[in-house]
């Protein structure tokens, strides 16, 4: 008889709104909520295939949570399994570290949490011997590999190990316990279940199979796409198979829209309903959100620019028609189509435009606009700095385009007002 299981990782209950543009009181509710629907969707999986464990690979929480709604809504949770003879194996991700709820939670027996030192887990099922090896930190900080602290593995069984880890760094994560792939392979276990990085990625090999399952659900629109888990299935000969199985509730998504020759304004709304009509017929998940770009030459970009706030209402209106469709935010980047003329050029609004590009364009001006932005981000909580770069080369782009849409939004307004 096959030993089959649910690995998942990284699923930040609770987990703070990152997105400034999240003012829609509804869509706010949403997002909050769709870390604990897809937690939900985990467990209704593992009921639907009758699996014989869960295995969640760190980060439960995210962070110091307080909340005792959240340890109702998890002990539920759990309970539903183990009513079902579902053993879960969790261990501590850095995140779940800083968590007071994690070491305060008391599980049912079905439930393992490994601890600081590396434990082993034996479970038989149809006389297939499974061990599964854990470790969790008891920190948020873990610079070092926890590789060597693991076992080797136990003859005669099939052995999964359990790591939160960054293995040799990812963009946009810390360094955390990290090992190569390389290293995992060789140390004798039959599959890795990892967490700790929010995108999938899996690594078979002759001896191992390792997964990083990812992020179940999306928080903002740097995890964009599809979000999912992994159902292992463990043959009698010991042949591990993988599935992937969508969680995520809400997905966000990129939608760029070329609004090049459109000369009225019905035309723009009717592409923008074509491209959120195309995108939705796309997204697996429930609740599609959409940050839309509009891209492009068109003789409406002053009037785009000046009337951002009712293109915005339009685009969220067909949103709302297509059902379970949001905009999350939208991104003006239109240019007036060819060059400017002579009587443009003579124009006072054309000229205090032109001098302020000339003035954005002085060392001295961008050198107090770098201190000042700088200055804004050493104010902002540490999960919000990233908003203008993770260097100086991607400051000076954040800049830039700061500098573009803010003149031109000025010359728009100012436009707009000379000719009413």
């Known amino acids: 008889m096959a030993f089959r299981f649910v690995h998942t990782a990284d699923i930040h209950l609770d987990s703070p709104l990152r997105s400034l543009a999240l003012r829609n009181l509804e869509l706010a509710e949403l997002v909050g909520d769709a870390s604990r629907q897809a937690f939900i969707s985990i467990v209704d999986l593992c009921l639907e295939e009758r699996v014989d464990a869960l295995v969640i690979a760190g980060d439960l929480y995210d962070g110091d949570q307080t909340s005792m709604k959240t340890a109702r809504f998890v002990a539920t949770q759990i309970g539903r399994l183990h009513q079902a003879g579902i053993r879960v194996f969790k261990i501590r991700g850095n995140h779940d570290a800083l968590s007071r709820i994690s070491k305060q939670l008391v599980f049912p027996d079905s439930v393992t949490v490994f601890g600081g030192r590396a434990q082993s887990v034996l479970q038989t099922s149809g006389g297939l011997d499974v061990v599964f090896h854990g470790l969790s930190f008891t920190h948020s900080r873990a610079p070092e590999s926890l590789l060597p602290k693991y076992p080797t593995a136990r003859g005669g069984a099939v052995n999964i190990g359990i790591m939160h880890t960054s293995l040799a760094g990812s963009p946009g994560h810390d ?15 039959d599959y890795w279940a990892l967490g700790h990085i929010h995108v999938r990625q899996v690594y078979p090999g002759a001896r191992a199979t390792v997964v990083m399952p990812g992020i179940p659900q999306g928080r903002d629109i740097n995890e964009a796409g599809e979000k999912s888990t992994t159902l292992v299935t463990i043959r009698d000969d010991g042949a591990v198979e993988i599935e992937e199985r969508l969680t995520s509730v809400v997905q966000f998504e990129r939608l760029s829209v070329d609004l090049t020759g459109t000369i009225e304004w019905p035309q723009v ?4 309903r074509v491209a959120l009509e195309q995108l939705r017929s796309h997204v697996r998940s429930r609740h599609a959100l959409a940050r839309v770009d509009l891209t492009g030459a068109s003789p409406l970009s002053w009037q785009l620019i000046r009337d ?3 293109l915005l209402a339009e685009a969220q209106q067909v949103a709302g028609q297509l059902g379970d469709t949001w905009i999350e935010k939208l991104d003006l980047d239109v240019v007036s189509p ?9 124009d006072p609004i054309f000229e205090l435009a032109a001098s302020m590009r000339g003035d954005a364009a002085s060392e001295a001006f961008r050198a107090e606009a770098r201190a000042f932005i700088q200055k804004t981000v ?3 909580p540490a999960e919000g700095r990233d908003f203008a770069g993770k260097s100086e080369a991607e400051l000076d782009i954040f800049l830039d385009r700061a500098l573009a849409r803010g003149i031109d939004q000025v010359t728009a307004r100012l436009k707009a007002g000379a000719s009413s």
Do not use: I, K, M, N
């Open 308 to 310: 951002r706030d009712l």
């Open 378 to 380: 050493a104010e902002l």
């Open 338 to 346: 060819g060059t400017e003329t002579v009587e443009d050029t003579a």
């Open 269 to 272: 709304v009717t592409r923008v």
């Open 175 to 189: 360094v955390y316990a990290p090992c190569s792939v390389a290293d995992l392979h060789s140390h004798g276990f």
